[in-house]
């Protein structure tokens, strides 16, 4: 079975810009969540999406958005850039089961560079 | 929120048994602990996940006291490719509950021959 896919895997953008990342989950897992991955601040939860509804967010701001398409595919957005925006962005997929032990499983990442 | 704290990192020599702990206090009722391994540039592997007493997979052994506040990650006979950093995450996903997930500041495990 195909893991969790991420595009693309490396992005280099300047301050000002907005992008948009792409994440694929596991096949019958409608759960997407997204996180933050930095050196200083480790990995912090940005959002988590079940049949196309944020379900769960973080403490991120407004510039940080999301959305879940149908086939559970879902993309992530960053407006206006700043430096510090430069990170690893990891997607995970989960069955989004109402139950405590849903399992997440991640992609390998976007590796993003603001200039 | 759960907070957790973790060594920052540990060595070990190739074929020890390995224990990592996560302390997280204020963990709440509906909080699972599972653990990842990270390789540099991929994204965390999960490895084991619990929520009290003792858990064995193929891979590791998860140790939960009774009262929760923390928890150890047992890697039997480490090998060279077990280097990586291991993360434990604290939380839930409930349909209709805001639980945040907390992940802990990481372990980064160094395996030498």
């Known amino acids: 079975k195909a893991g969790v896919t991420q595009t693309p895997r490396y992005l280099i953008k300047t301050r000002g810009q907005q992008v948009t990342l792409s994440c694929s989950p596991i096949s019958g897992h409608r759960s997407v969540s997204w996180y933050q991955q930095t050196p200083g601040q480790g990995l912090q939860f940005l959002f988590e999406y079940f049949s196309e509804t944020q379900r769960n967010k973080g403490n991120f701001p407004g510039r940080f958005s999301g959305r879940q398409f149908s086939n559970s595919r879902s993309e992530m957005n960053v407006s206006t850039l700043e430096l510090g925006d430069s990170a690893l962005y990891l997607c995970?997929?989960?069955?989004?089961?109402?139950?405590?032990?849903?399992?997440?499983?991640f992609g390998p990442g976007t590796r993003l560079t603001v200039l | 929120l759960a907070k957790t704290t973790q060594p920052i990192s540990m060595d070990s020599y190739e074929g020890q048994e390995v224990n990592i702990t996560c302390s997280h206090n204020?963990?709440?009722?509906?909080?699972?602990i599972t653990w990842y391994q990270q390789f540099p540039s991929q994204g965390p592997r999960f490895i084991i996940q619990g929520y009290k007493t003792k858990v064995t997979n193929e891979v590791a052994s998860l140790f939960i006291p009774a009262d929760r506040k923390s928890s150890t990650l047992s890697l039997p006979r480490v090998s060279l490719s077990d280097t990586a950093v291991y993360y434990c995450?604290?939380?839930?996903?409930?349909?209709?509950?805001?639980?945040?997930?907390?992940f802990g500041t990481g372990t980064r495990l160094q395996v030498t021959l």
């Open positions: 995450l604290v939380g839930a996903f409930n349909t209709g509950t805001a639980s945040k997930l907390t």
């Open positions: 204020n963990i709440a009722t509906n909080d699972y």
């Open positions: 995970a997929s989960s069955f989004g089961l109402a139950e405590a032990s849903d399992t997440q499983y």
